[in-house]
Nanobody, 124 residues
Framework: QVHLVESGGGSVQAGGSLRLSCSVQGLSFYTMAWFRQAPGKEREGVATRALDGITEYADSVKGRFTISLDNGKNTLYLQMNSLKPEDSAMYYC????????????????????WGQGTQVTVSS
């Protein structure tokens, strides 16, 4: 079975930092990403990293978030700095076995495998 398990969410004040982790079991992915979904909003792509080394970020998080992948631990990370209240959401990791075109790596429909999510709440 394939499992993606996120951890590291929590509540922080604006300006603070969190590091999310996504542990992958049962399958190796070529393309992985972090998405987030706030209440009443669509799930949006935040950051992506693939085995070709290409990373992409949503404009709203560029310069504040960093995605990384530890292949040895089969774990995806999202370092989030300078957090803002608008970053509050449920954060999900997602994986795809195939190489997704870089221009589509922040598109929700490109990913088949998803974790259950971890909540991030940023207070002002």
């Amino acid at each position: 079975q394939v499992h993606l398990v996120e951890s590291g969410g929590g509540s922080v004040q604006a300006g603070g930092s969190l590091r999310l982790s996504c542990s992958v079991q049962g399958l190796s992915f070529y393309t992985m990403a972090w998405f987030r979904q706030a209440p009443g909003k669509e799930r949006e792509g935040v950051a992506t990293r693939a085995l070709d080394g290409i990373t992409e970020y949503a404009d709203s998080v560029k310069g504040r978030f960093t995605i990384s992948l530890d292949n040895g631990k089969n774990t995806l990370y999202l370092q989030m700095n300078s957090l803002k209240p608008e970053d509050s959401a449920m954060y999900y990791c997602a994986g795809a076995v195939e190489r997704i075109s870089p221009i589509r790596r922040l598109t929700r429909s490109e990913y088949r495998y998803w974790g259950q999510g971890t909540q991030v709440t940023v207070s002002s």
